[in-house]
């Protein structure tokens, strides 16, 4: 690991921001070692979800970094949610730059903090070095589920319902009040900051075929309709919008392409075959799987919807 362009050398910097975030974790060793160790509990088996997050792309560098770190976190929690995973602990690699000062780390690490508490997620381990690029986050997310029982984007059946948790299109509308395309609603701006993963929503022998929403619904609705071999159909009207959200469509109708396909939810969509039973988290039955491929979204008269863009694309 190269040294951090930060006045705190790499050692310093472990010890004095990342190894205490390993509390509740023995098998990390207070990040004094190369590799840390994990048992899955009986019965149980792995699963393991990453991803990386960039400045310029999946985040703003003037954001607050102790938002920063927990979105990086969260992201990943909610792939795990997606399966059906309880979180066992992440690892964490950064790749820093000269603009990253103590400061921002402090801040960031503090983030990491928060949520490390509120999900009983410690730091297992990783990797800090530096280069010429943008501030990049990388997280792998560990978890545990009973053997066999995972939910995976694959099980979808004709005749299932699709269902989708909390509200859509909050994130994409709250970078749209940061980056000053719609007038500035808070809490929309909270949402893209600060998804909520949802965990613990008990759907293993339940759903048929789950995913979270990063990309946007429809494009996300369509990786899971083409792993299960199924097409779907969504009903606009029953999607689920928060009341800033209806105001921004009330304002201007072009609001629903980002709803639909803006991302940044991390909100789950996942099909079943029949009534779910009540949760602590909003669930909304908002369409159909049907034989065929592709997803059509149906209008408020029962027409089918022309998008210009489905989802973000990563290349």
Same mark, same amino acid.
């Given at each position: 690991?190269?040294?951090? +362009?930060?006045?705190?050398?790499? #050692?310093?910097?472990?010890?004095?921001?990342?190894?205490?975030? &390993?509390?509740?974790? $023995?098998?990390?060793?207070?990040?004094?070692?190369?590799?840390? #160790?994990?048992?899955?509990?009986?019965?149980?088996?792995?699963?393991?979800?990453?991803?990386?997050?960039?400045?310029?792309?999946?985040?703003?560098?003037?954001?607050?970094?102790? /938002? @920063?770190?927990?979105?990086?976190?969260?992201?990943?929690?909610?792939?795990?949610?997606?399966?059906?995973?309880? $979180?066992?602990? #992440?690892?964490?690699?950064?790749?820093?730059?000269?603009?990253?000062? *103590?400061?921002?780390?402090?801040?960031?690490?503090?983030?990491?903090?928060?949520?490390?508490?509120?999900?009983?997620?410690?730091?297992?381990?990783?990797?800090?070095?530096?280069?010429?690029?943008?501030?990049?986050?990388?997280?792998?997310?560990?978890?545990? @589920?009973?053997?066999?029982?995972?939910?995976?984007?694959?099980?979808?059946?004709?005749?299932?319902?699709?269902?989708? &948790?909390?509200?859509?299109?909050?994130?994409?509308?709250?970078?749209?009040? /940061?980056?000053?395309?719609?007038?500035? #609603?808070?809490?929309?701006?909270?949402?893209?900051?600060? +998804?909520?993963?949802?965990?613990?929503?008990?759907?293993?022998?339940?759903?048929?075929?789950?995913?979270?929403?990063?990309?946007?619904?429809?494009?996300?609705?369509?990786?899971?309709?083409?792993?299960?071999?199924?097409?779907?159909? =969504?009903?606009?009207?029953?999607? $689920?919008?928060?009341?800033?959200?209806?105001?921004?469509?009330?304002?201007?109708?072009?609001?629903?392409?980002?709803?639909?396909?803006?991302?940044?939810?991390?909100?789950?969509?996942?099909?079943?075959?029949?009534?779910?039973?009540?949760?602590?988290?909003?669930?909304?039955? =908002?369409?159909?799987?049907?034989?065929?491929?592709?997803?059509?979204?149906? *209008?408020?008269?029962?027409?089918?919807?022309?998008?210009?863009?489905?989802?973000?694309?990563?290349?």
């Amino acid at each position: 690991m190269s040294r951090p +362009p930060s006045s705190m050398g790499e #050692f310093d910097l472990i010890a004095r921001l990342f190894a205490p975030l &390993t509390k509740g974790a $023995p098998g990390a060793h207070g990040l004094r070692d190369d590799a840390a #160790f994990l048992q899955v509990s009986p019965g149980h088996e792995m699963v393991l979800t990453t991803d990386t997050l960039v400045a310029g792309v999946h985040f703003r560098i003037e954001d607050a970094p102790d /938002l @920063v770190a927990r979105k990086a976190l969260r992201v990943n929690l909610s792939d795990l949610a997606a399966k059906g995973a309880k $979180p066992v602990g #992440f690892l964490h690699a950064l790749t820093l730059n000269d603009s990253i000062t *103590d400061a921002y780390l402090e801040k960031y690490a503090a983030g990491l903090a928060t949520d490390v508490a509120a999900f009983a997620c410690p730091l297992l381990g990783g990797d800090t070095t530096s280069g010429p690029g943008p501030l990049t986050i990388t997280i792998t997310a560990l978890g545990e @589920v009973e053997t066999g029982k995972a939910v995976l984007r694959s099980g979808a059946k004709v005749g299932d319902i699709l269902y989708v &948790t909390g509200t859509i299109g909050d994130g994409a509308l709250g970078l749209a009040s /940061l980056m000053g395309e719609l007038q500035t #609603f808070a809490a929309l701006i909270d949402r893209y900051h600060v +998804p909520q993963p949802r965990l613990g929503l008990g759907l293993s022998g339940i759903a048929s075929a789950c995913l979270d929403i990063s990309d946007g619904l429809v494009a996300d609705v369509g990786h899971l309709c083409r792993a299960s071999g199924v097409a779907a159909v =969504i009903e606009r009207a029953k999607i $689920p919008v928060s009341i800033d959200a209806r105001a921004a469509v009330a304002q201007d109708q072009k609001w629903w392409e980002r709803i639909l396909a803006g991302g940044d939810d991390y909100e789950l969509a996942f099909t079943a075959s029949s009534a779910i039973p009540e949760t602590n988290v909003s669930v909304t039955a =908002i369409g159909r799987v049907i034989a065929g491929n592709g997803v059509t979204v149906l *209008d408020e008269n029962g027409e089918s919807l022309s998008l210009t863009v489905t989802g973000y694309r990563h290349r």
